[in-house]
T-cell receptor
Framework: GIQVEQSPPDLILQEGANSTLRCNFSDSVNNLQWFHQNPWGQLINLFYIPSGTKQNGRLSATTVATERYSLLYISSSQTTDSGVYFCAVEYQGAQKLVFGQGTRLTINP | DVKVTQSSRYLVKRTGEKVFLECVQDMDHENMFWYRQDPGLGLRLIYFSYDVKMKEKGDIPEGYSVSREKKERFSLILESASTNQTSMYLC??????????????FGSGTQLSVL
């Protein structure tokens, strides 16, 4: 099956800093999504981005499908950005998303 | 906004009990999913469904079954609960691939403890 690797596993930053989270995958994909799991466990969908670039406020994401990676950018971090960020992919022929292990982001005031 | 509602936030059951976890979505999504999340193991797919009365096994279906009698409702059943089924259970829904926007929306989760 497809392998999904996220880096770094942990990231600790001060409020106001920028961050880049990476997701590498081992096969061609037709679906890639980024999620944020807040400290209360709720998973929020941030982006559906199988290719290209999208922006939503302070967050943006880029997927380079030919090179098999995706990046999530968070600018001007706030404490509410803390939590775990997951990348999930669906490879061609599959019918399900495979999740990476996540990046735990801690934003200190 | 899509709303995926799971019936219980916390649940405590005894070994051997039959357990029902209910999930309802309000956006007429065809696709529904059940995941479990465990520390160090991430999110793993148990079962999914692409239509009423239809079900497909995910990666870890053993010990579980599902029911989808209505489009908006997808139930996960633990036939005889065991301690290794203590976990956070997450329900999710999405539109089908033909809509070209398969964003997955999650419920708030059910933390199940089996004693």
């Amino acid at each position: 099956g497809i392998q999904v690797e996220q880096s770094p596993p942990d990231l600790i930053l001060q409020e106001g800093a920028n961050s880049t989270l990476r997701c590498n995958f081992s096969d061609s994909v037709n679906n890639l999504q980024w999620f944020h799991q807040n400290p209360w466990g709720q998973l929020i969908n941030l982006f559906y981005i199988p290719s290209g670039t999208k922006q939503n406020g302070r967050l943006s994401a880029t997927t380079v499908a030919t090179e098999r990676y995706s990046l999530l950018y968070i600018s001007s971090s706030q404490t509410t950005d803390s939590g775990v960020y997951f990348c999930a992919v669906e490879y061609q022929g599959a019918q399900k998303l495979v999740f990476g292990q996540g990046t735990r982001l801690t934003i200190n005031p | 906004d899509v709303k995926v509602t799971q019936s219980s936030r916390y649940l405590v059951k005894r070994t051997g009990e039959k357990v029902f976890l209910e999930c309802v979505q309000d956006m007429d999504h065809e696709n529904m999913f059940w995941y479990r999340q465990d520390p160090g193991l991430g999110l793993r797919l148990i079962y999914f469904s692409y239509d009423v009365k239809m079900k497909e096994k995910g990666d870890i279906p053993e010990g579980y079954s599902v029911s989808r009698e209505k489009k908006e409702r997808f139930s996960l059943i633990l036939e005889s609960a065991s301690t290794n089924q203590t976990s956070m259970y997450l329900c999710a829904s999405s539109l089908p691939r033909s809509y070209l926007d398969e964003k997955l929306f999650f419920g708030s989760g059910t933390q199940l403890s089996v004693l």
